[in-house]
């Protein structure tokens, strides 16, 4: 992310005063969304409008086997991937957008194929609601039949090592800013999950953690879906806010230090 800093001068009784002007770049900062399993992107829409008031470029899109086409029974994990892959170049792509300020917004599943593509693409912040975790074996499978493996449950309330996991492995090599939402009374995605991506961003440059109360998987009230998207919305203000005014920051004193070495010439010569 960067900030424009234009030398000025302004004129006055005949005379020019010289000044900064800084202005936000023409690139935007970008934010894809990702929806969960079964879902689509209609899941994303409403929260999508919200942050595009923050001044984002924002991008909802249905994986293959969601949405309007149902190939939900071949469809696997490594196609899913893909398409996640090729959602991210195509924001990436567009010209009013920043690519090194590139944002991925997962839920459930989402989530989990976020984690991985951390490790395919640049993505400087990551934000994960309830984010899923599966088993690396029968990654070319229908991801449908991930379910019918019956130690699923099981294996979800283990402590998994990051070595022992694809996505986590994403997770611990992950150097950006992360926010993690939690469904206090999720049914599908145990707490120890949570716990296991949590420990996995040990890289992390931040990690914000939000636990959702009475919420179950689905968020399916209006409350619980009106606390995740607050908080997700204050945590991309706090990141977009600090990223532009550190970008500021480094452009003004670099302006200070060319004033400074011009004064000393001038009082020199």
Known sequence: MDIRLDRVHIGVAGESMPGAMLMPAREL?????????????????????DVAG???????????????????????????????????????????????????????YGGYLAALLSAERAVRWLALRSPALYKDADWDQPKLSLHADPDLPAWRRRRIAASDNRALRACEAYRGDVLLVEAARDEIIPHAVIENYVAAFTHARSLTAR????????????????????????????????????AAARKVERHKRDIARAETRRRSS
């Open 29 to 49: 900062p970008g934010v894809l969304f990702v929806h969960g399993w079964g879902g689509s992107q209609i899941q994303d829409l409403s929260r999508a409008r």
């Open 54 to 108: 923050l001044g984002c470029v924002c991008v909802t899109f249905d994986l293959r086997g969601h949405g309007t086409r149902d190939i939900s029974t071949t469809v696997s994990r490594a196609q899913n991937l893909a398409d996640l892959v090729a959602a991210y170049d195509w924001i990436a792509s567009r010209p009013t957008v920043d690519r090194d300020a590139i944002a991925v917004v997962g839920i459930s």
């Open 211 to 246: 636990v959702v109360a009475d919420a179950n998987h689905a968020f399916s009230s209006k409350t619980m879906q009106s606390e995740y998207t607050g908080a997700l919305i204050n945590w991309l203000t706090e990141m977009i806010a600090g990223a532009r005014a550190s």
